[in-house]
């Protein structure tokens, strides 16, 4: 069952250029200084979007409160884990943006980089990937296990899929495209990585690198490589990429993804 938020929380002045999705359960640590830093950061027109899974730490009562007073916060309510690759689709069907940019809300992600992945999409790129190996990004401290899951991670969606072997970070969860390179996906698909979907999607358009820091988590734990379904899940999601990549690419979309062009 999925919720809205009153009609206040809608943007006032027109329909906004850039429309930032963040799936959310449990953050309500980290919300507050995400997006402080957001309405901070110099862009067009923009509104925020949460879909939020059912979260019971006070995150939906912090996120009515902040929506009161600012008209750029959107929020859909979702009863029960849906995954954040739904979540993530539920937010960008319900966004009105040209421009849609997808990242964590964990603190993670420095929505300082946003800038520049709009001036790239600006330009002309279909889609903007934050890279933490592109130049001037960094991974950041991490342990083994979490450096090995991610790295086995990007490993294997190179060897799955053509349009991610260009790419320094197929697997971000940083990045951003322009609307109408998005194709809804079937309900039923679920997982943690919308980012392979994309770069099938994009494929033969120019597709560029941000990079970026990966900074430490703000507050809690992560619901991605701590989960055991992860690798279950990644793997589903490579092979119904596999699909998406080998159905007939829409008009316009045609050949190879080009190597990546780094902003």
Same mark, same amino acid.
């Given at each position: ?39 901070? /950061? ?17 995150? $939906?009562?912090?996120?009515? %409160? ?31 943006? $040209? ?29 903007? /990937? %934050? ?81 970026? $820091? ?28 596999? $699909? ?20």
């Amino acid at each position: 069952m999925t919720t809205s938020a009153p009609s206040r929380t809608e943007p006032a002045g027109g329909t906004p250029v850039v429309s930032v999705i963040l799936a959310t359960f449990n953050e309500r640590e980290n919300l507050p200084e995400l997006l402080d830093r957001l309405w901070a /950061v110099p862009l067009p027109p923009f509104e925020v979007l949460v879909v939020d899974d059912g979260s019971t730490d006070g995150t $939906r009562e912090y996120l009515s %409160g902040a929506a009161r007073s600012e008209p750029r916060l959107r929020l859909r309510w979702h009863e029960g884990k849906q995954t954040t690759l739904r979540a993530q689709c539920q937010g960008i069907a319900e966004s009105r943006g $040209r421009f849609v940019i997808v990242m964590d809300s964990d603190l993670q992600h420095p929505p300082e980089v946003l800038p520049a992945m709009v001036n790239l999409l600006v330009d002309g790129a279909a889609l903007v /990937v %934050g890279s933490r190996y592109a130049k001037g990004g960094s991974a950041g401290a991490r342990d083994g296990v979490r450096a090995a899951i991610s790295r086995g991670a990007e490993l294997t969606a190179k060897i799955f899929l053509s349009e991610a072997r260009p790419m320094s970070d197929p697997v971000s969860g940083l990045f951003g495209f322009r609307r109408e390179v998005f194709r809804p996906l079937p309900p039923g698909w679920r997982g943690y990585k919308l980012l392979l979907f994309l770069l099938v999607m994009a494929r033969g358009e120019r597709v560029a690198e941000v990079g970026f $820091r990966f900074e430490p988590r703000g507050s809690g734990a992560s619901k991605v490589t701590q989960n055991s379904r992860f690798i279950r899940f990644f793997l589903t999601e490579l092979l119904l990429a596999k $699909r998406l990549e080998g159905s007939p690419p829409d008009e316009g979309n045609g050949g190879s993804t080009p190597p990546p062009s780094q902003g």
